[in-house]
């Protein structure tokens, strides 16, 4: 045991000459943060102008009606009215300064009291489909709420929404969660490289490999220092998103780091491979950290992988960050206890047995020259 | 110029110390692209609705099929279920609440951008029920699309990810390659060889240009491939690029003038690569994002390179809101890198001190 602490000792020294690249788990995922609070956690609602040339009342109670109806995604109005002039607006328009222009039409009131097809005209960007596609469902939404403000007959079929939660769960959180796994993932390959790297640079990889007694010893602190760093990345997160977000998983934080410190193995240990048998130490670095980065992405980083299933990709389900991901969500987020908690489990201690043991195995034949 | 030549082909050659980084930096974007396009947002979402037993029921289903895009695809796959539970994601049940017909939308554990999907799909297809219900008297919206088709995501993203391509490939294997000659002391060459440093760093640059060209290439490639849209001009979209990948060069090269370390180098080349991808506008133009991210993303160097890639890929639609003052922007920016450099190489390298 002196021995172990001895070996671990001597490794943490080795990190401490290189703090900044032990700050892999951190900078990245903070950048990427960062990145998409700006872009999903600002106000979302889409610019646009309202072109009102009715002689009636209705043009502007329809006016009106837009700010009243808001969105879930940041509770704010779908669509936000700027005053421009006819002009202004189609100058803006043509160089994407706003998304849409609606015209309402001089006869709008008229037709609306006839009951003459009354009609709106849209001009929206569809440069991409997406956003094309709420355009079309967003007006569905004003038009919902018109209809009601101005006494139309009742609908056939109301509407009506049950959560499971008083408060609903905002996507940027979402992705967090996501963002704080993914911390747990570089820290952890990102301290291995540093360790396995310093053996090479330091040239004592020859002196591992000669050693009379078991490479567990010298295989073993590594791994538990790496996947230690790689979790106290991932509690860093964990702490920003607690003080800017508000979740936290209280008394199931040792559960959120069993989840992620199995992760955490996992990707240590294919980064020990590579760092030692890639012949190019530094492209097998390069080859785990942006293929854990793609995971990121391909694997429930941005978006729940239960509510998703279908568009999951069979290389995404060939990595534990796939199945990790939700429970720790459950975990941080809605604090529940993950009702696929043991499965899950079960599955990542399958990957991370699978990779320890091939990890080790093709590590010490690299260190013995076996190959 | 037999100089240059030959400083150029002694880069080259470099490519031999390392083919996987470069392999590895030069297809990983693609390889991004590829995966991400399979689970890129799609307009279609899957509704689990329960199975109708009346009338109404069965034309509400007829009218879930009604919302879609008449120049693209349908918006709602309806999924029609015997189980009212939401499970993970959501179920849409017709019920009868005091003598009233209600759809009810029950959510799983989802998070607010699926709520208001879900939502919105609902709505819409309720009021096609209305507006049919009210005859004459239901309010038509007549659409007045930008462009002629609504074009996949899949095409923006995958054009906003040929600046990522070009700058990765560049800033990784310029810093890594430059912090390789510190960590293997060849550092020694440059500082004791007669020929002009400028000259030097130029062959650099433009063996990154060449290899983040190559990147970019492969990227366009599978971009037309998967959706079947080429920009206008190839060559355009590629002179475009110049920029950005000198400023993507200067950086890496200066991380690893700096570091004197690969795996630092290689972290400052990845970090800023994908900062500026993420906030140069690469999952939607600024303007369509809050005001405060678009200010942002204005200052990234990606999003005026988007901007004028923009229209070359959609039918020649303008973005850029000050088109002059982006091509400014970008100059500068190119500027200011080649001078840090400079100074960076000369402190680095050429000092006396060292």
């Not at chain 1, 240990?269 to 492209?283: D, E, F, H, S, T």
């Not at chain 2, 100089?3 to 490519?15: A, G």
């Not at chain 2, 970090?271 to 999952?283: E, N, P, T, V």
């Not at chain 2, 999003?303 to 850029?320: H, L, N």
Request: with cysteine; net charge negative.
């Amino acid at each position: 045991m002196r021995r172990l602490w001895i070996l671990f000792k001597t490794e943490f020294n080795v990190w401490r000459h290189d703090p900044i690249t032990a700050m892999g788990g951190i900078i990245p995922c903070f950048f990427i943060l960062i990145a998409f609070a700006l872009l999903f956690g600002g106000r979302l609602s889409f610019p646009i102008a309202v072109i009102n040339n009715d002689q009636g009342d209705y043009g502007q109670l329809l006016v009106e009606t837009f700010p009243e109806v808001i969105s879930p995604l940041d509770n704010q109005p779908y669509y936000a009215v700027l005053s421009l002039n006819e002009d202004e607006a189609w100058l803006a328009y043509q160089s994407y300064q706003i998304e849409g222009i609606w015209i309402i039409p001089e006869e709008f009131s008229e037709r609306i009291t006839a009951g003459n097809e009354p009609s709106i005209d849209m001009h929206f960007m569809n440069y991409n489909d997406d956003r094309a596609k709420n355009h079309r469902i967003y007006s569905s939404e004003i038009l919902w709420a018109f209809y009601h403000k101005i006494g139309l007959e009742e609908p056939l079929l109301e509407i009506a929404e049950e959560y499971p939660l008083p408060e609903m769960v905002d996507w940027v959180s979402v992705i967090s969660i996501g963002i704080v796994l993914l911390s747990v993932t570089l820290g952890g390959i990102f301290n291995m490289f540093i360790l396995t790297y310093k053996a090479q640079m330091g040239k004592v990889t020859l002196e591992m490999g000669l050693s009379p007694r078991s490479l567990a010893w010298v295989l073993v602190p590594k791994t538990v220092l790496a996947t230690l760093f790689g979790l106290a990345s991932g509690t860093v997160f964990l702490v920003v998103i607690r003080f800017w977000l508000g979740f936290w998983p209280g008394g199931n934080l040792w559960a959120v780091w069993l989840l992620a410190g199995l992760v955490g193995v996992f990707w240590i240990q294919v980064a020990l491979v590579m760092g030692l048998i890639a012949r190019n130490y530094m492209a097998g670095a390069i080859g785990s950290v942006l293929g854990a980065m793609i995971i990121f992405f391909v694997g429930g980083g941005l978006s729940m992988v239960r509510a998703h299933q279908d568009s999951v990709t069979w290389i995404a389900w060939l990595f534990p960050n796939t199945y990790a991901v939700d429970p720790i969500r459950d975990l941080v987020l809605f604090n529940t206890w993950p009702v696929d908690f043991m499965p899950v489990l079960l599955k990542l201690v399958g990957f991370a047995i699978f990779a320890i043991f091939f990890g080790s195995l093709f590590s010490v034949r690299k260190l013995r020259k076996l190959d | 110029m037999r100089r240059f030549s030959l400083l150029l082909r002694n880069e080259f050659k470099s490519f031999l110390t390392a083919p996987v980084v470069h392999l590895i930096a030069i297809l990983q974007p693609t390889l991004m692209y590829i995966l991400m396009s399979v689970i890129m947002v799609v307009p279609t979402f899957e509704m689990r609705i329960v199975n109708p037993s009346s009338s109404l029921g069965a034309r509400f289903i007829a009218a879930v099929d009604e919302v879609g895009s008449p120049i693209g695809p349908d918006y709602i796959e309806p999924i029609l279920v015997d189980d009212p539970s939401p499970g993970f994601r959501q179920v849409v049940e017709i019920i009868e609440t005091d003598g009233n017909s209600t759809a009810l939308q029950t959510y799983g554990y989802i998070d607010s951008n699926l709520v208001k999907n879900l939502r919105n799909r609902l709505t819409a297809a309720l009021l096609v029920l209305w507006n049919i219900d009210l005859g004459d008297q239901g309010i038509t919206i007549h659409e007045h699309p930008w462009l002629p088709n609504d074009i996949p995501y899949t095409v923006y993203f995958g054009m906003a990810m040929i600046p990522l391509a070009a700058y990765l490939a560049a800033a990784m294997i310029g810093g890594y390659l430059m912090a390789q000659e510190f960590e293997n002391g060849t550092i020694l060459i440059y500082r004791l060889c007669p020929t002009s440093y400028p000259l030097i760093l130029a062959a650099k640059l433009t063996r990154l240009m060449i290899i983040a060209f190559t990147g970019a290439v492969i990227l366009y490639l599978f971009l037309g491939l998967i959706t079947g849209i080429w920009s206008s001009s190839f060559i355009a979209v590629f002179v475009i690029l110049i920029p950005l990948i000198l400023i993507a060069s200067c950086i890496g090269l200066a991380a690893g003038l700096i570091t004197h370390s690969s795996l630092p180098s290689f972290l400052i080349a990845l970090a800023s690569a994908f900062a500026f991808w993420l906030i140069g506008s690469g999952f939607g133009l600024a303007a369509g994002f809050s005001t405060i991210f678009e200010k942002i993303s204005r200052l990234i160097p990606n999003t005026p390179i988007i901007e004028m890639m923009f229209p070359y890929f959609y039918y020649g639609r303008q973005v850029a809101a000050h088109p002059l003052a982006a091509n400014l922007q970008l100059i500068g920016y190119t500027l200011f890198s080649l001078i840090m450099l400079v100074f960076v190489y000369q402190k680095r390298v050429l000092s006396k001190d060292r």
